[in-house]
């Protein structure tokens, strides 16, 4: 056990968690929200520190992140919890189990995160992922800021459910982000994350306004989330708020979980596609086979100037200094200098 950051102390041993916008009032003996912290005799303390309970080597691709070095690897950690309980969830065995319960942990110190990290072939940084990574957050911000020491990326894959305090504190460790935008309503949230939406939008408006760089993917679920009228009123809200450079991945659903409605068509994803494209420069769609909508084109010329087959990358359009090989337009991606 580690005592935890953020927290307010109460009466009687109580106390308030700070981190997520649950705001968990705990009861000494009481768990949070997020299965992993809870209340030791009026100390906040998390459950997972020093420890993982999974580890691996990924395509940064695989994140999803097509504009943060291109075609390179991340070693990526994960724990298990989460502070939303979403129905369709593709993690739920890890990220939906206390970790009280969880006998699969690997022990293992930031220190020697950053070895194998370092140790890694053709490795840029860590990537903190598999379950939601804030719940992590003082195992997540040990290493980062040992990983920013070492010359590492940070990338950070979460659903944003984050108080903006501890957001800010990590922020300049953080070299890049993939938020999940689940939906563009409070109902959509309510009902199946059980969660809230203003908060993950003040945090997708605060990372913008960041260093770091910032992917949305957006899981389209048949009859849930792709009403067309909301899907774009939240392109239009993503142009506006963040920046119509923002790449949006638009990934297909299928039935897991608690949740078993038909997988999203093709049709649907590909509509949902060209109307996005009406607003942003940069989107593609995910967990189908579709290399023209899972490639990069020149906002201005329209020539492809980054080919993608799976996670297999061919930068075949851009120049080193990230122009556009064919008009000279300026993309906005991060790559190797």
């Not at 997520?20 to 005799?41: D, H, I, M």
């Not at 967990?287 to 087959?309: A, Q, Y």
């Amino acid at each position: 056990m580690q005592e935890a950051l953020f927290y307010t102390k109460l009466e009687n041993q109580s106390l308030r968690c700070d981190l997520c916008p649950w705001n968990c009032v705990l009861k000494p003996g009481q768990t949070g929200n997020c299965k992993v912290r809870s209340n030791e005799k009026g100390m906040l303390v998390t459950h997972v520190f020093n420890k993982v309970a999974a580890f691996g080597i990924d395509p940064i691709e695989k994140k999803p992140l097509y504009h943060f070095y291109p075609g390179t690897s991340i070693f990526s950690i994960g724990e298990v919890g989460c502070n939303l309980h979403c129905s369709f969830c593709q993690n739920h065995r890890i990220s939906q189990c206390f970790a009280n319960d969880f006998s699969g942990f690997y022990e293992i110190s930031s220190p020697e995160i950053i070895d194998k990290a370092i140790t890694t072939p053709q490795n840029i940084g860590i990537a903190y992922t598999y379950n939601e990574p804030f719940t992590f957050y003082e195992f997540m911000f040990e290493t980062a800021k040992l990983a920013h020491a070492n010359g590492l990326k940070n990338v950070v894959v979460s659903n944003g459910y984050i108080n903006p305090e501890p957001l800010q504190k990590i922020l300049p460790y953080i070299d890049a982000f993939n938020i999940d935008l689940k939906a563009f309503t409070g109902e959509f949230y309510r009902t199946q994350t059980k969660g809230k939406l203003e908060p993950v939008l003040e945090a997708l408006k605060m990372i913008a306004k960041s260093t770091s760089h910032l992917e949305i993917t957006n899981l389209v679920i048949t009859g849930l989330n792709d009403d067309e009228t909301e899907f774009e009123n939240m392109v239009q809200w993503i142009a506006d708020e963040l920046g119509n450079e923002i790449p949006l991945h638009l990934s297909r659903y299928f039935p897991q979980y608690k949740l078993d409605v038909t997988a999203t068509p093709s049709k649907k994803l590909e509509k949902l596609y060209a109307l996005a494209k009406q607003y942003l420069q940069f989107v593609y769609l995910g967990n189908v086979n579709d290399t023209e909508r899972s490639s990069t084109f020149c906002p201005n010329c329209g020539k492809l100037i980054i080919s993608r087959n799976h996670y297999f990358t061919n930068p075949v359009g851009i120049n080193q200094d990230k122009t556009c090989k064919f008009c000279g337009t300026m993309i906005k991606i991060v790559m190797n200098d």
